[in-house]
C-alpha cells in the first residue's frame, strides 16, 4: 500500500510526533543503502542516518519542508548532506577502512554485502566528498543525473563534471595498481 | 621534359585515386570507435554496478525506528527558524549569527557604561567648575 508520505508529514508539522514513525519505516531500508554506500561502514551509516532522521523531525515540526519536493527527495538530501558531513570529519580525523569494525551493529547483513561494503570504501577512498557522493548517487543507486543534482543542490553541468573528474580519478588509480603489479 | 614529367605524375596519381575510390571502413568501425569512447566510463561503473548489487539488501538494525522515535520525543519542541537539517556551512553561519548578536549586547552594555560615566563626569566638572569660578569670585 502505498502512503502519501507528504500528508504524513503535514501530520508531524502539527504537532503528531507518533505521525513519524511512519516516515521513518517506510523510508528507512533505502537511506540506510544510501548512508551505508556513502560511507562505507555500518554502524557510522545507522549513526548518520539516526541523526539525520532527528534533524528531518525538528525541521518537519519547525515548518521548514515546504512540500515542494517529494518528501524522499527531501530525505535523501537531508541524509546525503549529513553523510558529506560525517566524510569530511573522517577525512579529519584520518580514519582508514582497515581500522574499522562494525561493532554495535546488530543487523543482519550478509558477509557478502560487508565484503562488498568494504570494496566500495577502498574503491572511492581517493575520491573527494563531492565526487564520492555523485558516483554513489548516479551508479551506485541508479539515479539519473537530474535527479542527483536535485538532491545534491547543484546544476546537472555540475554533477557532470564531478562524475568526469570522478571517472577518470578511478580509472587512473586502476592503471596505477596495474602498473604496479606489472 | 619537366612538363612531361609533371603529366606522367598526374596521370599516376588520377589512376591511384580511380584505383581506390571505393575502399571504405569497414562497418564494425563505427562499433569500436563507439566502445571506445564509453569504456572510459563503462571501466568503472561496471564495478560499482556489481558492488550495488551485492550491498542491495543492506538494512539497518531492528532497533533503528525506535531510537530514532525515543531521540524525538525526548527533543524539546524546536523553534522553527533555529531547528532543521543544517549542513555544516548553515550550522557556522548560525554560529556566526549567534557569536554576533552576544557581541551586539555585550556592545550595547559597554556603550551604556559609557554613556553613564560621560554624563557622571561632566556633572562632576561642572560643579567643580562653578565652585573654582565662585572662589574666584569671592577672592576678587
Known sequence: MSVDLRLVAARVAKGDAE?????????????????????GDLTEAEDVLQDAYVSAFRALEGGRYDGRSKLETWLYRIVTNACVDALRKRRTRGTTAELKQDVGFDGHVRSE???????????????????????????????????????????????????????????????AGEASDG | MAERWRDDLDGFLTDVREKTEDISARPALVDRVMAAISSGQAEPDAELMRLAQATEDLAPSAGLTDRVMSEVRAAPRSIAPQSGPMST???????????????????????????LFSTYAERTLDTRLISTIDSVEGGE
Open chain 1, 19 to 39: 505521525a513519524f514513525r511512519q516516515i521513518v519505516e517506510h523510508t528507512r531500508a533505502p537511506l540506510y543503502r544510501l548512508a551505508a554506500r556513502l560511507i
Open chain 1, 113 to 175: 554485502a560487508r565484503v562488498a561494503l568494504v570494496e566500495l570504501d577502498a574503491m572511492l577512498s581517493r575520491l573527494s566528498a563531492q565526487e564520492r557522493t555523485a558516483l554513489v548517487l548516479v551508479a551506485v543507486e541508479g539515479m539519473t543525473v537530474k535527479a542527483a543534482a536535485e538532491i545534491l543542490g547543484c546544476t546537472e553541468g555540475a554533477l557532470e563534471q564531478r562524475l568526469v573528474r570522478a571517472r577518470s580519478a578511478l580509472r587512473a588509480t586502476e592503471r
Open chain 2, 89 to 115: 556551512s548553515s550550522r557556522m553561519a548560525d554560529n556566526l549569527s549567534r557569536t554576533g548578536l552576544k557581541a551586539m549586547g555585550v556592545f550595547a552594555a559597554v556603550a551604556a557604561v559609557c554613556i
